[in-house]
């Protein structure tokens, strides 16, 4: 099911919320968010009418909820979906980045709600710049682009929501039956491994080759004195698109 709302604060947050109540698979859309939330305390653009935010709400069988596949679905999902038109050179930036060469084109942020035992409930929120123009890009503090800017396609709402939706459920799937699949097909998408980037961690920040990406998410850095380091979180930059 899909739930539209014209404004919300955040559909993460309302996913949180109201996690009880809804079912599960259910995709919060928000035309407009008036706190849209984003990773490491940031906040998320988010203008009326000009781009996806939406928040699906899972229920995954008790002991099986793996937040770290989260934005491996929801980044692969995404690729899927912009695919429709014709955007094929979308990537993914670990951890939760879908860019555009050196432009962010969507971000994903994954929340756990945990009521009390047995009752946890998974939220992967995602934002993707629809129909977004170069006067809402200079009001974010990174390079940013949107679906139209790189197509010239305008994007309607309901029917990239649908088909997002469903592109999530099918990775979703894929993560319970066969979570080394999802793995493989994420590595795949994501071209960082070979890659020198520096990567700013929780405290400090360091500069490195991509080692590996693993299954539960983490990023291997090679440091110039030939030590690897595993980071499970963070921003990575390069210094020009993979
Ligand atoms: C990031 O890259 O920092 C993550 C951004 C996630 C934004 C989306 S928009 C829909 C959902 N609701 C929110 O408040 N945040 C996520």
Sequence with gaps: MILYFDELDSTNAYCMREARKLDDRTLVVARAQSAGRGRRGRSWHSPA??????????????????????????????????????????????????????????????ECSVQGPGDEALVVGIGVNLNMGLDDFDRIDRPATSVRYETGRDVDLEPFAESLRAALLTWYD?????PDELHRHWVESSPLIGKEVEIAATTD?????????????????????GRQERFHNGDVSLNAAP
């Design 49 to 110: 009418r000009q781009n996806f935010y939406g928040s699906l709400l899972l229920k995954p069988p008790f002991g099986k909820a793996r937040i770290e596949h989260l934005p491996q679905i929801a980044g692969l999902a995404v690729l899927d979906a912009v695919l429709d038109f014709d955007l094929q050179s979308a990537w993914l930036k670990w951890p939760n980045d879908v860019y555009v060469g050196t432009k962010k084109l969507a971000g994903i942020l994954a």
């Design 174 to 178: 894929l993560a319970q039956d066969d």
């Design 205 to 225: 920040t360091y500069t490195g080759i991509v080692r590996a990406i693993e299954k539960d998410g983490a990023i291997v850095i090679e440091l110039p004195d």
